[in-house]
């Protein structure tokens, strides 16, 4: 406890130095800026800045270009609440019940409930960092393929909460999904899956294009302004803050946010998105009106936007402790570290205590800096509401367009969001919910490929499943789930037929 | 502005895009330049093109931009700079990788989506041998007792890559052939997922370059048993080539500049000059060398003769590798 | 009997299904021990057509086809027409001109409002977000013929 003590006040003698706090603040802003937009992730917002750091010392690189990553995950809440535009792959999930709050004109509350998650889930998961980084990073290493694909499969199991239409809808569309996500090149064989000789879709169908089809496109679609007129809701100033009933909803879900998207942060491959829509199944299992959800549930905001920034900043963990990189923006991190002459590894903090330790404590103070940046941003980004709906669609259509070009400045991934955008306005006719279909296809490349990668190291044996430890303990974890709604079913099965019946017609 | 006058504003407009790019033939760059960067960001690519780019900008007074169009293993941003303008406004950069693309669509019977004939390279900046390392879980300490071992137990042990037919997988191969030995694959998405793999123990072997794995290398997490370069790498000397111990392979991860087919000599000329003048530079030398490998730059007739026979070791190594059943 | 909405969509998925595995014949299914490229898809298939069956036979439950409401039909076939002409120029014109355009299109073909006013509101709204992204991003735009 002593060592760590002094290794914060250490690090905070660097962080509060005025040059880093002002440059940890730029990273926030940009940061806030780049999760907002869509298209722009923080993925794109840190190679664009990388080389304005060139001429900085390391300390004040890294602190910058890491505060434009998890500033991200504040921003991407905004688009998702007020537009229903995922403006980052992680807000997928936040599209559905904060949109559903502006509807009924709690945008202010969700956008607050949103900017608080974030920020107590991202220091929750700074604290974590400072104390136990290095065993998690040993233990993140254990995810092996085996590991994974039994995760993978929990996260399927989950699946089933995921939505208000019935299970066999749910499950629909995640076989959908499932399939959507097969396409492009095998990594194991190298055969080309349903590309039709488009070289653009043997990476397979992006997330960003068809989220933004299905939800944002879909939607527009689907209401013509002349129903929306006299509907749109100026909110009030009054308004703009969550009430005391709508905190003490969102307190557990953001509890329970940070620390799974904590865990699925740290394992090195796992996706943000994975950890805000198992928090969102896990809050819908354990609500006590799962009906709301999909209405607004405000839950439905807490969870998944705490469990995505607990996720990007357990993704420092193995970064920072083994010098591997769990995803994209973090190998780019990696990166600018390298080029600044700091390589990042196991023997990191020992050599490079100052830069180390400051990077941690910068971080607690900019998840402050950002929810006093993002908290009256709340009151400026609520009157884009008062626009009249007539004005403001084409002012989505474009975003959506510009957003879903600006991931890989492909033309083919525009053709795909305009097609899932017919699609979503289908799927909306008939009672269908896209969200299972997005997790499917978020889900499919990794879950084949930790299976056929487990497959490989155990030749063929599938007992490799319960041979390691933690992928027993998930699955057994699965089977109890699976028991666990058996049994409620059959208890249930009278009424059974008519909450399904009910279900339907309530969707409709 | 009634909609008439719109019309006719347009058609105007509609004119002026036709007419202008004849006014624009000016000295060459007379607007930014763009970069195609075939891979993520952060990538082998992304982590030079960003420094050169900042030290030519000064070099050539126009901004230069990096384009990412990542995807198919650098497939689609190769195959987006082959069909792009020849004008010297769309470059490419790219890795050793690039001259295996045409070969693999070869063995699946594919149509062949561009050959390195569309391509004119322009400069090589950096080439770096690759290395063979087990991780600190494995017994061996030289490549011989590595190679005794793997004869004892074939598919006994697991190698990671980036990737099928990847710049990892290909040196691999080119290694397992030369030794006669048997190993299983495990392809991942990426040079990250490859290394997170092996420190996990999941794989046991893998062929890196030494600037992805050198920090590993330092803590001890993974040894070095064998560099693929023609002599000693100076980021590791203690560790024998490949030569040396009398295998007959060599790869390196190299990165070079290329223009589409059909660029005039005159724009090559001055990028061939601008690229010179960028390599030589301090500011880029240094963070080359922050990445663990120095300048290795190759002006074009140079990297011709280096590409070609790089090439064929490539094609070798996928012909090797083949087309997988499954 | 009558033709109910989850008859419908069953029925499309299922027809989905069956053109899935047309064109995957070339794609080997492998075994258990060692899955082939072919078997997540043809498997997912599978599953999505049983689970479009048991839609088919639970149908009775849902409203009659004719009972649903299109009368938004009009609206998202014209918005669909508008943004896939302004993708397919998009590479063409560039940015600034197929946005302005677009918004302005959009504003009035479909709102029916003032040319005037939507055609100031496409220019700004494009010259902003060009602004935004291009220049304060440094994020590269489409450019088009023009260099703009």
Same mark, same amino acid.
């Given at each position: 406890?002593?060592?760590?003590?002094?290794?914060? %006040?250490?690090?905070?003698? +660097?962080?509060?130095?005025?040059?880093?706090?002002?440059?940890?603040?730029?990273?926030?802003?940009?940061?806030?800026?780049?999760?907002?937009?869509?298209?722009?992730?923080?993925?794109?917002?840190?190679?664009?800045?990388?080389?304005?750091?060139?001429?900085?010392?390391?300390?004040?690189?890294?602190?910058?270009?890491?505060?434009?990553?998890?500033?991200?995950?504040?921003?991407?809440?905004?688009?998702?609440?007020?537009?229903?535009?995922?403006?980052?792959?992680?807000?997928?999930?936040? &599209?559905?019940?904060?949109?559903?709050?502006?509807?009924?004109?709690?945008?202010?509350?969700?956008?607050?409930?949103?900017?608080? !998650?974030?920020?107590?889930?991202?220091?929750?998961?700074?604290?974590?960092?400072?104390?136990?980084?290095?065993?998690?990073?040993?233990?993140?290493?254990? @995810?092996?393929?085996?590991?994974?694909?039994?995760?993978?499969?929990?996260?399927?199991?989950?699946?089933?909460?995921?939505?208000?239409?019935?299970?066999?809808?749910?499950?629909?569309?995640?076989?959908?999904?499932?399939?959507?996500?097969?396409?492009?090149?095998?990594?194991?064989?190298?055969?080309?899956?349903?590309?039709?000789?488009?070289?653009?879709?043997?990476?397979?169908?992006?997330?960003?294009?068809?989220?933004?089809?299905?939800?944002?496109?879909?939607?527009?679609?689907?209401?013509?302004?002349?129903?929306?007129?006299?509907?749109?809701?100026?909110?009030?100033?009054?308004?703009?803050?969550?009430?005391?009933?709508?905190?003490?909803?969102?307190?557990?879900?953001?509890?329970?946010?940070?620390?799974?998207?904590?865990?699925?942060?740290?394992?090195?491959?796992?996706?943000?998105?994975?950890?805000?829509?198992?928090?969102?199944?896990?809050?819908?299992?354990?609500?006590?009106?799962?009906?709301?959800?999909?209405?607004?549930?405000?839950?439905?905001?807490?969870?998944?936007?705490?469990?995505?920034?607990?996720?990007?900043?357990?993704?420092?963990?193995?970064?920072?402790?083994?010098?591997?990189?769990?995803?994209?923006?973090?190998?780019?991190?990696?990166?600018?570290?390298?080029?600044?002459?700091?390589?990042?590894?196991?023997?990191?903090?020992?050599?490079?205590?100052?830069?180390?330790?400051?990077?941690?404590?910068?971080?607690?103070?900019?998840?402050?800096?950002?929810?006093?940046?993002?908290?009256?941003?709340?009151?400026? @980004?609520?009157?884009?509401?008062?626009?009249?709906?007539?004005?403001?669609?084409?002012?989505?259509?474009?975003? &959506?367009?510009?957003? %879903?070009?600006?991931?890989?400045?492909?033309?083919?991934?525009?053709?795909?969001?305009?097609?899932?955008?017919?699609?979503?306005?289908?799927?909306?006719?008939?009672?269908?919910?896209?969200?299972?279909?997005?997790? !499917?296809?978020?889900?499919?490349?990794?879950?084949?490929?930790?299976?056929?990668?487990?497959?490989?190291?155990?030749?063929?044996? =599938?007992?490799?499943?319960?041979?390691?430890?933690?992928?027993?303990?998930?699955?057994?974890? &699965?089977?109890?789930?699976?028991?666990?709604?058996?049994?409620?079913?059959?208890?249930?099965?009278?009424?059974?037929?008519?909450?399904?019946?009910?279900?339907?017609?309530?969707?409709? | 502005?009634?909609?008439?006058?719109?019309?006719?504003?347009?058609?105007?407009?509609?004119?002026?895009?036709?007419?202008?790019?004849?006014?624009?033939?000016?000295?060459?760059?007379?607007?930014?330049?763009?970069?195609?960067?075939?891979?993520?960001?952060?990538?082998?690519?992304? +982590?030079?093109?960003?420094?050169?780019?900042?030290?030519?900008?000064?070099?050539?007074?126009?901004?230069?931009?990096?384009?990412?169009?990542?995807?198919?293993?650098?497939?689609?941003?190769?195959? @987006?700079?082959?069909?792009?303008?020849?004008?010297?406004?769309?470059?490419?950069?790219?890795?050793?990788?690039?001259?295996?693309?045409?070969?693999?669509?070869?063995?699946?019977?594919?149509?062949?989506?561009?050959?390195?004939?569309? @391509?004119?390279?322009?400069?090589?900046?950096?080439?770096?041998?690759?290395?063979?390392?087990?991780?600190?879980?494995?017994?061996?300490?030289?490549?011989?007792?590595?190679?005794?071992?793997?004869?004892?137990?074939?598919?006994?042990?697991?190698?990671?890559?980036?990737?099928?037919?990847?710049?990892?997988?290909?040196?691999?191969?080119?290694?397992?052939?030369?030794?006669?030995?048997?190993?299983?694959?495990?392809?991942?998405?990426?040079?990250?997922?490859?290394?997170?793999?092996?420190?996990?123990?999941?794989?046991?072997?893998?062929?890196?370059?030494?600037?992805?794995?050198?920090?590993?290398?330092?803590?001890?997490?993974?040894?070095?048993?064998? &560099?693929?370069?023609?002599?000693?790498?100076?980021?590791?000397?203690?560790?024998?080539?490949?030569?040396?111990?009398?295998?007959?392979?060599?790869?390196?991860?190299?990165?070079?500049?290329?223009?589409?087919?059909?660029?005039?000599?005159?724009?090559?000329?001055?990028?061939?000059?601008?690229?010179?003048?960028?390599?030589?530079?301090?500011?880029?030398?240094?963070?080359?060398?922050?990445?663990?490998?120095?300048?290795?730059?190759?002006?074009?007739?140079?990297?011709?003769?280096? =590409?070609?026979?790089?090439?064929?070791?490539?094609?070798?190594?996928?012909?090797?590798?083949?087309?997988?059943?499954? | 009997?009558?033709?109910?909405?989850?008859?419908?969509?069953?029925?499309?998925?299922?027809?989905?299904?069956?053109?899935?595995?047309?064109?995957?014949?070339?794609?080997?299914?492998?075994?258990?021990?060692?899955?082939?490229? !072919?078997?997540?898809?043809?498997?997912?298939?599978?599953?999505?057509?049983?689970?479009?069956?048991?839609?088919?036979?639970?149908?009775?439950?849902?409203?009659?086809?004719?009972?649903?409401? =299109?009368?938004?039909?009009?609206?998202?076939?014209?918005? +669909?027409?508008?943004?896939?002409?302004?993708?397919?120029?998009?590479?063409?014109?560039?940015?600034?001109?197929?946005?302005?355009?677009?918004?302005?299109?959009?504003?009035?073909?479909?709102?029916?409002?003032?040319?005037?006013?939507?055609?100031?509101?496409?220019?700004?709204?494009?010259?902003?977000?060009?602004?935004?992204?291009?220049?304060?991003?440094?994020?590269?735009?489409?450019?088009?013929?023009? =260099?703009?």
């Amino acid at each position: 406890m002593e060592t760590v003590f002094d290794s914060l %006040v250490l690090g905070f003698s +660097v962080a509060l130095r005025p040059d880093i706090l002002w440059f940890a603040f730029l990273g926030c802003l940009v940061g806030t800026l780049v999760g907002m937009l869509p298209g722009i992730g923080p993925l794109a917002g840190i190679s664009i800045l990388l080389p304005l750091t060139f001429g900085l010392d390391a300390t004040k690189a890294i602190v910058m270009l890491a505060g434009i990553y998890y500033g991200s995950q504040y921003g991407g809440s905004t688009t998702s609440i007020l537009l229903r535009i995922p403006g980052e792959a992680a807000s997928v999930m936040t &599209c559905i019940d904060g949109n559903a709050m502006a509807k009924k004109g709690r945008a202010g509350a969700a956008l607050c409930i949103a900017a608080v !998650g974030s920020f107590i889930a991202g220091t929750f998961g700074v604290l974590m960092l400072t104390l136990i980084a290095p065993p998690l990073a040993i233990f993140a290493l254990r @995810f092996g393929p085996p590991e994974y694909t039994a995760l993978l499969t929990l996260g399927l199991i989950f699946l089933a909460y995921m939505s208000t239409t019935s299970l066999v809808r749910t499950l629909l569309m995640a076989a959908l999904g499932l399939l959507l996500g097969t396409i492009g090149i095998d990594v194991m064989t190298g055969h080309f899956r349903f590309s039709f000789n488009i070289p653009e879709l043997g990476d397979g169908i992006g997330i960003v294009p068809v989220a933004v089809g299905l939800f944002g496109l879909g939607e527009l679609l689907a209401t013509p302004s002349h129903q929306v007129v006299g509907d749109v809701k100026s909110p009030r100033l009054r308004e703009l803050l969550p009430t005391r009933e709508e905190w003490r909803q969102s307190a557990m879900p953001i509890a329970r946010g940070s620390v799974l998207g904590f865990l699925i942060g740290i394992i090195p491959g796992s996706a943000h998105i994975i950890a805000s829509f198992l928090s969102y199944a896990v809050e819908r299992r354990v609500s006590k009106h799962p009906e709301e959800f999909g209405k607004g549930a405000v839950a439905g905001v807490a969870g998944p936007e705490s469990a995505n920034n607990s996720a990007s900043t357990g993704a420092f963990v193995p970064m920072l402790a083994l010098g591997i990189p769990t995803g994209p923006v973090t190998a780019v991190l990696i990166a600018a570290l390298l080029i600044h002459g700091i390589p990042p590894g196991p023997t990191l903090v020992n050599d490079h205590p100052d830069v180390f330790w400051g990077f941690v404590a910068s971080m607690y103070v900019g998840n402050l800096m950002l929810l006093a940046l993002n908290l009256p941003l709340v009151g400026v @980004f609520v009157n884009l509401l008062r626009v009249p709906y007539a004005y403001l669609y084409p002012l989505i259509i474009m975003f &959506c367009l510009i957003g %879903v070009y600006e991931v890989n400045h492909s033309i083919v991934d525009v053709w795909i969001m305009l097609i899932m955008g017919v699609i979503g306005y289908g799927l909306k006719k008939f009672g269908f919910d896209p969200a299972p279909l997005v997790l !499917g296809l978020v889900i499919a490349p990794i879950l084949e490929m930790s299976l056929r990668q487990s497959l490989i190291m155990s030749d063929g044996h =599938w007992l490799i499943f319960l041979q390691r430890p933690i992928a027993l303990t998930l699955l057994v974890i &699965c089977v109890g789930l699976l028991v666990l709604s058996a049994t409620s079913f059959v208890l249930h099965r009278r009424d059974w037929r008519a909450k399904l019946a009910a279900a339907e017609t309530s969707e409709s | 502005m009634d909609r008439r006058s719109f019309v006719i504003g347009s058609a105007a407009s509609a004119a002026a895009l036709i007419t202008r790019p004849s006014i624009a033939q000016d000295v060459y760059p007379s607007r930014p330049v763009t970069f195609v960067n075939p891979f993520p960001p952060g990538g082998a690519v992304d +982590v030079v093109a960003r420094p050169l780019a900042a030290v030519l900008e000064p070099i050539i007074k126009q901004p230069v931009v990096i384009e990412t169009k990542a995807g198919a293993a650098g497939q689609v941003g190769a195959q @987006f700079a082959a069909s792009a303008k020849p004008d010297g406004y769309t470059l490419l950069m790219h890795i050793v990788s690039i001259s295996g693309f045409a070969e693999v669509d070869k063995l699946f019977g594919r149509p062949v989506k561009f050959t390195r004939d569309d @391509f004119i390279p322009i400069a090589r900046f950096i080439a770096d041998p690759m290395v063979l390392v087990v991780n600190d879980q494995q017994p061996h300490k030289t490549l011989k007792e590595f190679v005794d071992d793997a004869k004892k137990r074939p598919n006994g042990m697991i190698f990671s890559s980036s990737g099928l037919y990847g710049a990892l997988h290909l040196p691999t191969a080119l290694f397992m052939k030369a030794a006669g030995i048997q190993m299983k694959h495990l392809p991942t998405a990426g040079g990250g997922p490859a290394l997170t793999a092996i420190l996990g123990n999941n794989s046991q072997v893998l062929v890196s370059s030494i600037a992805a794995s050198s920090a590993q290398m330092k803590a001890g997490k993974l040894r070095a048993l064998a &560099c693929f370069g023609a002599q000693r790498a100076p980021a590791v000397p203690n560790v024998p080539t490949m030569k040396e111990l009398g295998y007959n392979v060599e790869f390196y991860l190299w990165v070079g500049m290329f223009a589409p087919k059909g660029t005039p000599v005159p724009i090559i000329t001055t990028l061939r000059d601008a690229s010179r003048k960028a390599a030589a530079d301090d500011k880029f030398k240094q963070a080359m060398k922050n990445l663990g490998q120095d300048v290795a730059y190759l002006d074009q007739a140079e990297f011709k003769a280096f =590409w070609d026979a790089d090439a064929k070791r490539v094609e070798d190594a996928v012909r090797l590798i083949g087309k997988l059943e499954g | 009997m009558i033709i109910r909405t989850d008859h419908v969509a069953g029925g499309a998925f299922l027809a989905l299904g069956v053109l899935v595995f047309a064109i995957s014949g070339d794609l080997p299914f492998g075994t258990l021990s060692a899955p082939g490229a !072919g078997m997540m898809p043809k498997l997912m298939t599978g599953l999505m057509m049983a689970f479009a069956l048991l839609i088919i036979a639970a149908g009775a439950e849902s409203k009659p086809f004719k009972s649903l409401d =299109w009368s938004d039909r009009g609206h998202a076939a014209l918005l +669909v027409l508008i943004t896939g002409t302004a993708v397919a120029l998009y590479q063409t014109l560039g940015f600034l001109i197929t946005m302005s355009l677009l918004v302005f299109t959009l504003l009035v073909v479909v709102e029916r409002r003032h040319v005037l006013r939507a055609a100031a509101y496409g220019v700004a709204l494009t010259v902003f977000a060009y602004w935004l992204f291009g220049i304060a991003l440094k994020a590269p735009l489409e450019h088009g013929l023009l =260099w703009f």
